[in-house]
């Protein structure tokens, strides 16, 4: 028997990031174009279980597109994590007449959904939300792009300051582990290094940076790290370097938050428009439980065991060109 | 006999393109890297013939990476259309023991660049400057990723006011005679429409929208518009708008030459920094008369008569996508 | 008899500016602080005469301080200029239990602002909203260092081009025959030379440029035009000089409706913040039929027909400033 | 005996800040366009002592207008607070015939300058350099509103952040121990409070804060906290909060040196081109030893011993708006 899908619903989960509205706005219009009607549920997995849940309009996702953050709001939800807490999402969500999920964010948001669907036999489709993108079998997610740029402006603006006063920085951004952004915002800066995890210590990076005769003849130096558990990030990187090279003035800027908002740029929103409609049809195709992916800028599937499971790896080819540029 | 690349010239020619500076960064940095010469050459294919040419080390290149426009500016030359024209250039090119050329352009630059390397045997590599996005062979041209973002944020600003007064805007963008900055700046900006050279005529696509029931339920409309000399572009539209539905309170805005400045994104820095490592690795390869592209994020060469004469087509898909999203 | 009120009506009127959402918000926030109920009025008089009112409460106006436009959106209003029209206004605003008005526009709000107060006895003030800075008896409007810094972030981009190509550009610049915006904004982005309305005809202050030497030693030139119906602005010019000085090669670059849209600046939100609790504290103080502005960074009450009826003259000594500083 | 000026020395020194490049841009031009050469010193007071000095022609500061940071370059310089490096420093003064000193920095670099001007009778004029605005005598400091909008523009990309998630989050500004970026920034982000050194204790603000019913009906709540090295800022505040009050889920963000760079806003170069030429009026009135200021839009000069010592105070009426308008 065909499951037929007449109602779904939509929610974000975890980290937001800049192009979660359009990609809200976007299945949600692609939805009422096929027929069928939208339930937007609030703060993820949580807005399930305390059913905070409404029905959208192609107007409510009006004026949103250029918008940073959420409309939907973001949590994290412990009790979707146990058996009783996933029973009452799905009580709420049959009560609601809800049929299907798209749901917005990164592999945690994944793995809840693919846990979810196989208890009750949920169609899902994801949609990776993600500044990080860490996740297999896309190109990039939602949101890299943005953090991306946002990382390049603040690194201009300190390059000026670093310039005016021949210093050395180190700029921590983010990446959970993953050193997209890291890598990719040294080449885009300018910068004269990204110290990534995926390369065996910060402290060897390091060293081989300095030993490579590292700002011999520059005037300024910026470095960018990426947040990583392991090795304390930028701050514990300048404490090693006052330690074993007090020659040098090194100053730290951890951006944080900032890389989160802003509005998204046109590439995330373009991914954002395409990857909400090509959700709604997955669901049409009767397909479920994969992630909606963008590969050589077409639209793939990815099984979300797939999407959470594989590493992806870094082009380190492009550490070959940081080093030739930084010359 | 081998020739042997000792020295280039770098050049940049035709219209300016945010991302030019980063890519004669990279060029000249990756020629140094790897023992070779760079010589500036001012206004393009006029500073060959007039010899405006200065050697550059790596720190003529400092802190460009970041810059709109061009260092080495650049002019249009009708004398290198001539052949006393290039045979003056190829001479002040063999007395600033220049070897080989890297210029970067959009299609006007690599039909010269293809004539002079036939007629005196010279290597030039190519790379594609050009917010058009209409070079065969490339996903994207440096300064493009820029342009549509300069346009979406311009798009923003006027959606301001569009809703605040519930107006219906045309705004012309650059393309050139292809679609491409116009179809994805609607996609990205949440447009009702984008009128684009490449389907029929424009008085068609405009009484498509309005037989659709183009802007039933909406406060205001925004629909973007390619500039292109057969139907005159935005201008010529309003006016057919008013005379056949006056019901509508339209407004014209044309973005001109701001889509061609600016700060370049993040994107548009990193493919011209690769593209331009990319030049020296071809040129020591003894590549010749190639434009560097990149297809699904991996460097190609692609012969300058391909990437001159063939068309590139825009993914009209896109234009589905804008119709389900705009209703 | 003491005049109480209990409740307040707040509209935005005419030209919407960047700011009218940070002036909204606080006007909305001192009234209830200050235990006086707010009636938001859609669409500016329009909404008085077709009843468009809605109760606001503080959480109405969170997160719309960083918005341009206006979430009360604006209309002219040919209606209100009837005694027909303001009546059934006045019944309206009655029947809402409105007691006082804040608008929030330019000068034509204000002229129909005076002559409904005085009709209908009904305490109204007002606060500058507009991008001109047109308005006597303020330093400055709210919207207008909002625009004065869009205009040069897009004369910025367009110097790149210019310098790139060695042109000389004339970017036309709102300002509704007042020569703040092109004044300040010349000033600000370097450009050669501003050409505004305040000084003697546009074709003399060209011939004057050309006859001292304009552009002699420049690789470009931008000249910005204020908007004139008079002189047809930057496009009569640029025929002008393609007539009289075939030798330049001119641009023209007209700005447009980006001017008034944006996220506004600090300077912008703070202006607002500041005038939308003072025009609460003015209305308890009995005060009606004033704007609120500021002179010399403190509060001040201009009654409406000062407001609009004197001339607010433009700092001319910035002509010298200018003219020394694009030597 | 008149002392008459032909050449004058500019220099930067300090933190930078942004706009010190058209501040630099207007004293060399008018200081050409009146008959008087310019020298540039590199880096501040430490140029002067070994010799790093360059004449300035007016195209040397071509297209500098709009770039952060300083191409003067600037540095704490120990030496000159010594007797021995003012002799020297003004030995290759005099060397290079330079007559009179335009100095561009904030208290330190003024009390150095008053010393210098003492000790050798030397004309020296200021002008106010610092995103901190703590110069007394003056309404604005070159660099302050741009600091104020890169705050507020951080400051929205982690309202989306901090909405998306119903966070409280601790946002650490720059302000060398005054409050005016603090609590301006906080008036102009729709911040929930302001922490600023002026007050008493950081620790009975943020007490009084929570008394208030801080947060109690909001979703987010954003506090702006002052850097002070007697509270330890951001990370001291935050500990507190999560020892006494858990009940918070509490983010801290230190904005850190993003705020020193950027390109100046309109205001920025207004006022520094403006300074500019009047540090130059002020010389060739026999003006010495004073600042340039800017009061109520005027020009003033003010003593650079009433500069530095006075203290600026902070206008308390605006915590009385902020408070306002966080209800």
């Known amino acids: 028997m065909k499951y ?11 980290g937001d990031s800049p192009g979660m509205n359009a990609a809200i706005r976007s299945v949600t219009r692609a939805a009422i174009f096929n027929g069928i009607r ?12 305390t059913n905070e849940i409404t029905e959208f309009q192609t107007q409510n996702v009006s004026n949103i597109i250029q918008q940073g953050g959420t409309i939907l709001k973001s949590a994290r939800c412990a009790e979707f ?3 009783e807490g996933r029973k009452t ?3 709420n969500m049959k009560a609601a007449e809800i049929d299907a999920l798209v749901v917005i964010g990164g592999d945690g948001t994944f793995t809840g959904a ?12 994801g949609l990776p939300g993600t500044i990080d993108n860490d996740l297999y079998g896309t190109d990039s997610t939602i949101g890299y792009d943005t953090a991306l ?6 690194v201009d603006k300190i390059r000026d300051t670093a310039t005016s006063h021949e210093r050395l920085f180190f700029i921590e951004v983010m990446g959970r582990d993953a050193g997209f952004l890291a890598l990719n915002s040294a080449l885009a800066s300018g910068a004269e290094a990204a110290i990534i995890p995926e390369r065996e210590t910060q402290e060897d990076q390091l060293e081989e940076l300095i030993k490579n005769g590292f700002r011999k003849s520059k005037n300024s130096s910026i470095v ?8 304390g990030g930028a701050n514990a990187l300048a404490e090693l370097m006052h330690k ?3 020659e040098y003035d090194v100053r730290v800027t951890i951006l944080g938050h900032i890389q989160r908002g802003g509005s998204p740029t046109a590439h995330d929103r373009i991914i954002a428009s395409r990857m909400g409609v090509a959700a709604i049809d997955a669901l049409l195709d009767e397909q479920r439980s994969i992630m909606i992916g963008i590969v050589n800028d077409e639209i793939v599937h990815v099984p979300f065991t797939k999407a959470i499971k594989d590493d992806k790896p870094v082009d380190e080819t492009l550490l070959g060109v940081l080093s030739i540029l930084s010359i």
Not at 4 to 14: A, N
Not at 38 to 49: F, H
Not at 224 to 231: D, P
């Open 149 to 154: 740029n946002t990382i390049i402006e603040a």
């Open 224 to 231: 960018i790290v990426a947040e990583s558990e392991i090795t």
């Open 4 to 14: 037929e899908i007449k109602c779904i619903g939509v929610l974000t989960s975890g």
């Open 114 to 125: 693919r846990i979810f669907a196989q208890e009750y036999n949920v169609p899902i489709v």
């Open 38 to 49: 939208v339930k937007a549920i609030y703060r993820g997995y949580k807005g399930l279980i």
């Open 81 to 83: 994590r146990t058996p």
């Open 244 to 246: 074993e090279h007090p």
């Open 89 to 91: 999402a799905y009580e």
